[in-house]
């Protein structure tokens, strides 16, 4: 999922018209996980999610309840991208421990799709 927080009517406006674009470089089956977002992301919540510069992308593995389990913005090292594929190769075969316990995560046929996207981020 690729969340596109644009405060500013005008960018909003050229991002909303570049969807076009967008949908061109990519597969159908991801057309519905760009979301623009204009208001509603507080101070609180950029400071929560270490989101200090606006004009940086910043990639965010989340497990199956929403908990941040990597961040990283900029160019991803070889050795930050080895560790991102690696845990989103543990969530995704759910071997992410919660309270000591393995808890199963949902699982994903796209496992292989994961491990590239990840192997491929900020490179």
């Keep these: ?33 760009h979301f623009m977002v204009r208001r509603g992301v507080t101070a609180h919540v950029r400071e929560q999610l270490g989101i200090f510069n606006k004009v940086v992308g ?9 908990r941040i ?3 990283g913005c900029g160019n991803a090292t070889e050795e930050e991208r080895v560790s991102l594929a690696k845990l989103a190769r543990r969530l995704v075969e759910g071997g992410v421990k919660k309270g ?24």
Excluded: H, T
């Design 100 to 123: 000591g316990e393995n808890e199963g995560v949902a699982r994903d046929n796209g496992k292989e799709k994961l491990e590239r996207a990840a192997l491929g981020a900020g490179g």
């Design 1 to 33: 999922v690729e969340v596109n927080i644009e405060e500013r009517i005008m960018r909003a406006w050229f991002v909303r018209m570049s969807v076009g674009a967008l949908q061109r470089a990519r597969p159908a089956s991801e057309w519905g996980l």
């Design 58 to 66: 910043y990639v965010y593995l989340v497990d199956d309840e929403c």
């Design 69 to 71: 389990r990597w961040a």
